[in-house]
Each structure stands twice: as C-alpha cells, then as structure tokens.
C-alpha cells in the first residue's frame, strides 16, 4: 500500500464521512521526547569513547501507517511493531536505527513509545513548502496540477510520514519537501529527512537519509506523468543531498524508493545521486555480506520498493555484512504486520587515519 491509497480512499468518501474522520482523530499526544525537527539546534560533536571499528544496524519500514477509511486496523498493528520493536530489544537485537515510512496515524506515537528507541527525529510536516531545488535548465516543462480529479491541487493532506528512530543521539536534522509530485501522491507532503548521527567509537557523526518518492500506478495517474515526476523528486534529493549533505560525512541512505520492477527510474536516481546500494553489492560479491534474504534473477535489488545504500566517508569506510527482513511473516523475522516487510542491514564502519595536511 502506497501513500496514494490513501488519497484515493478520502477522495471517493462521502463529506460527511471525511468530517467524522477528522472529528473523530484522535490529538497526537507525545509522551516520548520531542521528536528533533529543523527547528533544534545542533549541538557540538565530541567523539565518545575510544576511536575503534563499530557496527551499526539501520531498518527501513513502511508501516502503512493510512487512516480510516484507507485502512482498518491500522492502530493496533502500528502498537504491534512497537511491541515486536521492544521485543527485539529486550533480546539485544534491535535495530540501532529504523526509518520509516508512511507514519501518518497518531498511532504512530504508540509505535514510537513502546519501542523505546530514545531518539526520534521527523521529516517534512503538513505544512513545511519548499521552493524547486532545480534551475530552468533541469527540469522539463511539468504543469504541476493537471489531474484535479486525481487529487492534485487539492493541498496536503498528510505529512511526509518519515521518522527516524535511534538509540544514539541525533545531532541536527534537515529535511525538504519535494516541489514536485503526481496524482494521489500529492495529497502527501512527500520528501527527504537527512539526521546527524553521534556514533559511540566514530570520530565524526554518520549522516542518515530517509525518502519516500512518487509512487507508480497506484498515484492514479498515467505513467508518463508518475514517471516524470519520480524523475523531478529524484533530482531535487540528489540536489538536496549534494547540497546539505557535510562533505566527507559517511552517509547511509534508506527509505521506500519506488523502484519495484522499474529499472529507469532506479537509473535515474542513481545517475542523480549515486550511491552504493545494499542489495546489489550483496548479490554481486556475496561472499563479501551475510545475506538471509532470497535473490531471484539477475537484478534483485529491483524486487522491492526499499532500499538502503551507502557511501563511504573520508575518515569513516562502510560495508555491509549482513541483511535480513523482518516482520515478513517467517519464524525469524516475525509477524506481517504492514505491506511491506522490514529490511535490515548491518554495517561496518571502520575509522581511517585523519588526512595529512
């Protein structure tokens, strides 16, 4: 389930039955520590502890967070991976960091609280409108709202839906609103979140992105124009990435990319922003990562929407060892509880020697 079904759900529904919706939700109460926006300063790095190798797991999950009346349900199973969160916690096999996706119930701060991740940072909001990253000569002549009836021009609706969620501190957060959008899609202030994150044993922070981007046919619209505009968000990321992300940082980039059995527009947001992606390092040197995930074909890192890569810092190297789903319904992963399965990797991140000046 793709953002846009909830969009498609709200638009069909009877007024009186939106007006139930909006007077029935629930306020999102956080009993969890404010969550880190743009809005809070950074504070100063100092390493902790003794510079050495370290592991560090990160997750991305889209918890097809929709409300009534896209989704029934939706509550409980948001608290459920709270739950199994804290479960892989209480066995010392809980993600370090998890990104989500489609966190748009006030559910989500269930989710949040019962995981007891003690850092928490969020994306784009409702509200937050960011002009074009691109100049005249990038983009192609796109008229922003042309499909009123597929839930374009009619404002957002939603926030991003993106969390990040870490047990270590998280230094800054920057985020962007992508300008551009398609169809159902937009009713959802879809875009990246970029965190800073302080690494116990690293002697300077990882950089973490988090993005969900313009989905296919489920944005109800033809695939030229869901095409173009997944083109146009992943040109803003690469924009945004080169632009905010610090250079030199090591950076881990994950989220729901889209991508699924869509070999050009996996292109274009690696010719944009290239990065190292896990799945097809781990397919193409597999002695090189523990992979206990099934690859079928020659291209597995297009069976899925979800991707998480990387690239390499100048004092900080990065490699995979490990992948695995989670939440897929198997004996190890744990129950279904969204439309997608979790993917969880594990890195090394080894420091380098500071460069001679």
């Excluded at 889209?258 to 527009?265: G, L, S, Y």
């Excluded at 292109?267 to 523990?290: H, K």
């Excluded at 069976?303 to 989670?326: N, Y």
């Amino acid at each position: 389930m793709t953002t846009a079904a909830l969009a498609a759900a709200l638009l069909t529904a009877a007024p009186a039955a939106l007006a139930q919706t909006q007077a029935q939700a629930p306020p999102v109460v956080l009993t969890f520590p404010a969550p880190a926006t743009e809005d809070t300063p950074p504070a100063p790095f100092q390493p902790v502890g003794p510079i050495r190798p370290v592991t560090l797991s990160v997750m991305t999950y889209n918890v097809e967070g929709l409300p009534w009346p896209v989704r029934t349900g939706r509550g409980s199973k948001l608290k459920a991976i709270g739950e199994q969160l804290a479960a892989l916690r209480a066995r010392g096999l809980q993600p370090d960091v998890v990104l989500l996706q489609e966190g748009f119930r006030a559910e989500v701060a269930d989710l949040i609280e019962r995981s007891g991740y003690p850092h928490v940072a969020r994306g784009p909001r409702k509200k937050q409108r960011d002009g074009s990253l691109l100049s005249r000569d990038d983009r192609p002549r796109y008229k922003r709202v042309k499909y009123r009836r597929k839930g374009e021009g009619w404002g957002k609706w939603g926030s991003s839906g993106l969390w990040v969620l870490s047990d270590h501190p998280i230094n800054w957060v920057k985020s962007h609103a992508y300008h551009y959008c398609a169809g159902l899609d937009c009713l959802a202030n879809k875009g990246v979140m970029l965190v800073s994150l302080d690494v116990p044993g690293l002697p300077v922070p990882v950089e973490i992105a988090d993005t969900h981007l313009n989905s296919k046919g489920a944005s109800g619209v033809p695939r030229n124009r869901n095409r173009v505009a997944h083109h146009l968000q992943a040109a803003e990321l690469g924009r945004f990435m080169q632009a905010d992300r610090t250079p030199g940082a090591p950076l881990i980039v994950g989220g729901d990319f889209n991508v699924m059995h869509a070999p050009d527009r996996y292109d274009y947001v690696m010719q944009r922003y290239p990065f190292e992606v896990v799945s097809q390092v781990c397919f193409q040197t597999p002695q090189s990562c523990d992979a206990k995930i099934s690859a079928d074909g020659d291209a597995p890192w297009l069976d899925t929407q979800d991707l998480i890569g990387f690239k390499a810092g100048d004092r900080v190297a990065i490699r995979p060892i490990q992948v695995e789903a989670r939440f897929d319904g198997s004996a190890t992963g744990g129950p279904v509880l969204s439309d997608h399965d979790a993917y969880e990797v594990t890195f090394r991140l080894t420091p380098l020697p500071a460069p001679q000046p």
